[in-house]
């Protein structure tokens, strides 16, 4: 299994951007990977996932403004966030699943990173 180090949360106010960052210790090439956001209070929700085809989904909340990406030579995925509003505070997970896990997988999550957007 791989391990995930995620990096680039931090502290920015409304209307702002961030880059997260996802360093996989292996190979990614053959994993689907996908951000995920835990807001105060509330349960894991997807972000966005990128395929190992490149196909890309979002959250409608995402959909326009963030943007993920793959560098499978870098072993690393990155979630871009533009606009950003006070509703996308929370701390943000990067997963890594294999296209040869079962159905019931839940892959491999990293330690999160927090985001914090002040109004």
């Known amino acids: 299994q791989v391990q995930l180090v995620e990096s680039g949360g931090g502290l920015v106010q409304a209307g702002g951007s961030l880059r997260l960052s996802c360093a996989a210790s292996?190979?990614?090439?053959?994993?689907?990977m996908g951000w995920y956001r835990r807001a105060p209070g509330k349960q894991r929700e997807l972000v966005a996932t990128?395929?190992?085809?490149?196909?890309?989904d979002y959250a409608d909340s995402a959909k326009g403004r963030f943007t993920i990406s793959r560098e499978n030579s870098k072993n690393t995925v990155y979630l871009q966030m533009n606009g950003l509003k006070p509703e996308d505070t929370g701390v943000y997970y990067c997963n890594a699943k294999s296209d040869r896990s079962p159905w019931w997988s839940q892959g491999t999550w990293g330690q999160g990173t927090q985001v914090t957007v002040s109004s």
């Open positions: 990128i395929t190992s085809g490149g196909s890309t």
């Open positions: 292996g190979s990614i090439f053959s994993s689907t």
